[in-house]
């Protein structure tokens, strides 16, 4: 059974739409992370929560924004979509801890027209 | 400048050969090192993680950790096709930010 759960797989928007992009993770870990990955640049980090609790925003943009309703939940909102928006969307889950692994699920494959 | 660097963008290799990654990181603050494979149409997935100088051997895969020179290797003996993949060198500071830095990338390529 996967652990971490991202829903949906492929999602397809248009310009100025708003998205929300589910994850759900069953490692019983506290913390969890949103990455994302284009063509045009390497795996980016973009959020970090501990305990439902922001830790840590390396998102310039405000149009991107987390969700945690549950411990082992943490969505993302993405308003004002933009084509340059475009990317898969990977969220991974990790024990507390800088030297712990971070496991990732199977990613979104967000396409904005 | 991208704070870890990878080399080569593309390696192939024959079955049964050996595969060599490279990373360079330029900060100074990163004490972890994971190496990471990504298939095609999935996510990441740990390889290995190395923390301290010298060799970590963990079956057909060697990783080394230099500090002082900031340099990490992968080193995949025996390569397989089913080795065919993305790899990525991963690091993170002992303090601070749990975020991972992620290199750009080696596409691996083992030829039957």
Avoid at chain 1, 1 to 26: F, H, M, N, R, W
Avoid at chain 1, 49 to 57: E, I, T, V
Wanted: overall charge positive; some cysteine.
């Amino acid at each position: 059974d996967p652990k971490i759960i991202q829903k949906p797989k492929y999602l397809v928007a248009v310009t100025g739409s708003e998205k929300i992009l589910i994850c759900e993770q069953y490692l019983g870990h506290n913390a969890m992370y949103w990455y994302r990955q284009s063509a045009k640049k390497p795996l980016e980090f973009m959020f970090s929560y501990s305990y439902q609790k922001l830790m840590d925003n390396q998102t310039a943009s405000s149009r991107f924004q987390p969700q945690s309703s549950k411990k082992n939940h943490l969505d993302l909102q993405i308003t004002a979509l933009k084509p340059d928006d475009s990317a898969t969307y990977f969220c991974a889950s990790s024990r507390g801890g800088a030297s712990y692994e971070q496991y990732f699920g199977p990613g979104t494959r967000l396409t904005v027209l | 400048q991208q704070k870890v660097q990878q080399s080569p963008e593309s390696l192939s290799v024959p079955e049964g050969g050996m595969a060599s990654l490279n990373c360079t990181s330029s900060d100074r603050n990163f004490q972890y090192f994971w190496w990471y494979r990504q298939h095609s149409g999935e996510g990441p997935k740990a390889l290995m993680s190395i923390f301290s100088d010298g060799d970590k051997k963990e079956g057909r895969f060697t990783a080394h950790l230099n500090k002082a020179s900031l340099h990490v290797s992968l080193h995949i003996r025996d390569s397989q096709p089913s080795d065919s993949a993305l790899y990525f060198c991963a690091a993170r500071a002992s303090s601070g930010s749990w975020q991972l830095i992620f290199g750009s990338g080696t596409q691996l390529t083992v030829m039957p």
